[in-house]
């Protein structure tokens, strides 16, 4: 069972958060603004004591670094926040930053707003990831010196990255890790039925749809609209789908044991395994959508202590 205080935020999160179409419906929310309502919020960050912090314009796409001033590492932790590919860049993010710098050594993170719906569609979002990769690069780091870290839609843009990657015969990072990764368009995951009535994000307590209707629901919801007029089942569009080979990076996905979005952790994760990818996927009981990034109880701070640890492990530090 979860801890009191990850119960009363997992409570805040279906009170505030709640993205269910049926609840968006009756409460006649406009999940567009609802969802970009933050971004506004600590518009000036200023980075603590011994760091450095810039923004930049790569080719359209602003992009923020973190850094040590006094001997930085080569190391470097390149994050795609998430959204539903609707929200942009949120403040809470760069409240990591000297977590994930620290775990890599004293590395550089790097962030990045890409474009968003519903003014743009697939593959603007992958195309600005691209974009990034390759300055990152032209910066003189090495692809075997970065490690990605992305969570829901960013957990699947990290995917989509690999596979353009490899799909252009290019080298991967050295790691990546996966929060509640979206990668199933299709919703067709038994975790959709099976966590409705417990998910506090996407579901409504006590309801059992069954799958068709689960499905029919979830296909009406503005949080599709990054799709455009693209097939549901493409790879890149549903990662679940893809193939993969033993060329992918290693990664760590974590994930809420009360999430809709569980089945599309676990299928990526077995089928890297199958692949001869090393992957690890950890459950956190109780817990609902991304819930490591808040840091503000026990289940978050383990979970985002793990993630550290990974990376940590995965520069061998």
Not at 261 to 279: I, P, Q, R, W, Y
Request: hydrophobic share 40%.
């Amino acid at each position: 069972m979860a801890s009191l205080a990850g119960r009363l935020f997992s409570e805040i999160a279906r009170a505030a958060g709640n993205v269910n179409p049926q609840i968006v419906k009756q409460k006649k929310k406009n999940v567009v603004k609802d969802l970009r309502s933050m971004e506004p919020l600590f518009r000036h960050y200023f980075a603590p004591l011994g760091y450095s912090y810039s923004k930049t314009n790569v080719d359209g796409v602003m992009t923020e670094v973190f850094s040590k001033k006094k001997n930085p590492s080569q190391n470097v932790v390149l994050v795609i926040h998430g959204g539903a590919y609707i929200s942009r860049m949120m403040f809470y993010y760069r409240l990591l930053n000297k977590r994930y710098s620290k775990a890599s050594g004293g590395g550089t993170v790097i962030h990045f707003d890409y474009r968003c719906a519903p003014e743009h569609t697939y593959p603007a979002a992958l195309e600005d990831t691209m974009k990034v990769w390759d300055w990152v690069l032209s910066l003189g780091f090495k692809e075997e010196n970065i490690v990605t870290v992305g969570d829901s839609a960013g957990g699947h843009l990290s995917v989509d990255l690999f596979m353009k990657l490899h799909e252009l015969g290019r080298k991967q990072p050295r790691a990546a890790v996966l929060m509640s990764p979206w990668l199933d368009m299709t919703a067709s995951g038994k975790s959709y039925v099976e966590n409705y009535k417990v998910d506090p994000v996407f579901g409504i307590r006590g309801q059992t749809p069954s799958a068709e209707e689960v499905k029919s629901m979830l296909m009406e919801s503005e949080l599709y609209m990054w799709l455009g007029d693209n097939d549901r089942k493409d790879p890149y569009i549903s990662p679940v789908y893809a193939e993969f080979d033993g060329t992918y990076p290693p990664i760590y996905v974590t994930v809420g044991g009360y999430e809709m979005l569980l089945s599309d952790s676990e299928t990526l994760v077995e089928k890297f395994k199958k692949a001869g990818v090393k992957a690890t996927l950890s459950v956190m009981p109780g817990m609902f959508h991304v819930f490591n990034v808040y840091q503000l109880f026990p289940e978050a701070q383990k979970g985002i202590k793990e993630v550290c640890d990974f990376i940590k492990g995965s520069f061998e530090i």
